[in-house]
């Protein structure tokens, strides 16, 4: 049976949160015994993860709605809102990295407690290996279903794996003698974090208020009605990001000697191809206007609309 984008969403971050749980454990138990506050801090940091990935089954539950009375055209956005969190949640673990790392260098205290075993290092391998894949496994699901809310929580696997990396560095650094690496890796993994929070928060806003679809979108959608049998001209083509989703309104010019009913079938096929070439497409409406009798006139796009 296919799966529903629900569905996906539900299974892909319940194996996560399975996944993350092993490695917190792993990476606890080796910090505390391998002498590694920078592995102990990882392992409190990867936590986050948990609450992270919990904000986006809520909130893509709630998105995955069926429209009610307060609601009729969806909840689509409940997404967003999770993308929004979930972004805050990015841009606080990046300010958090960058400031550790920044104090170390400012106060140059680099000198550990003690030296970390070779159990942390190994620790600090096995979490970028495994946050790495999970980012890359959530991404897919991600783009897969269109999901704004399961590629933002697939980021934070990422901004996991380059803490991952700052660790290893830094335990790599203390044993080596050079303890400093882990300050200055942090501070460059904090710029990465911090542009993709920006950019998630971006495209979660754009698409809360009403903000078209890419150019290359409209431009297929456009040539795709102009095929349509009948079809003399686009009038008006406005798209609208719901959520993940997409609202299109289009006026097209049909031969004005048409009868209603001719327009109207016209109309229909124009709908029911736009919403079956392009899944994420939601609802379609489609006005229909009279050609211009007189090829010299252009249309100013200023018809009324239904």
């Known amino acids: 049976m296919k799966r529903t984008n629900e569905q996906i969403a539900m299974r892909v971050s319940l194996h996560t949160i ?80 960058g400031w550790a790392g920044l104090q170390q260098i400012l106060e140059r205290e680099f000198r550990p407690m003690a030296i970390p075993g070779l159990i ?17 496994y959530k991404r897919h699901a991600a783009k897969k279903i269109n999901s704004s809310a399961l590629m933002a929580d697939a980021w934070h696997h990422r901004s996991d794996s380059l803490s991952s990396i700052g660790s290893f560095g830094g335990i790599l650094g203390a044993r080596l003698g050079f303890p400093i690496l882990d300050a200055v890796a942090a ?60 609202y299109v309104d289009v006026e097209i010019s049909v031969d004005g000697s048409h009868t209603l009913c001719e327009a109207h079938d016209v109309a229909q096929d124009v709908h029911d191809v736009i919403e079956a070439a392009f899944p994420t497409v939601k609802h379609c409406t489609v006005h229909v206007n009279p050609a211009e009798s007189d090829p010299g006139v252009e249309d100013d796009g200023n018809r009324p609309t239904d």
């Open 18 to 97: 399975l996944g993350n749980i092993a490695l917190t454990a792993f990476q606890l138990f080796a910090g505390i015994f391998g002498r590694s506050v920078a592995m102990v801090a990882d392992a409190i940091h990867g936590l986050s993860d948990l609450i992270s990935t919990i904000i986006v089954m809520i909130g893509i539950k709630l998105a995955n709605q069926k429209p009610d009375k307060q609601h009729p055209y969806g909840h689509e956005r409940f997404e967003c809102v999770a993308a929004i969190l979930l972004s805050a949640i990015l841009f606080a673990t990046g300010v958090g990295i």
């Open 120 to 136: 942390a290092l190994i620790a600090a391998v096995v979490g970028i290996v495994v946050k790495e894949a999970m980012y890359w």
């Open 187 to 246: 501070i460059i993994i904090c710029l990465f974090i911090l542009k993709v929070a920006v950019d998630i928060f971006r495209d979660a806003v754009g698409k809360m208020t009403d903000k078209a679809c890419d150019e290359q979108t409209e431009a297929a959608m456009r040539d795709l009605i102009l095929e349509q049998a009948s079809v003399v001209e686009v009038d008006v083509l406005k798209t609208r990001l719901f959520g993940d989703k997409i």
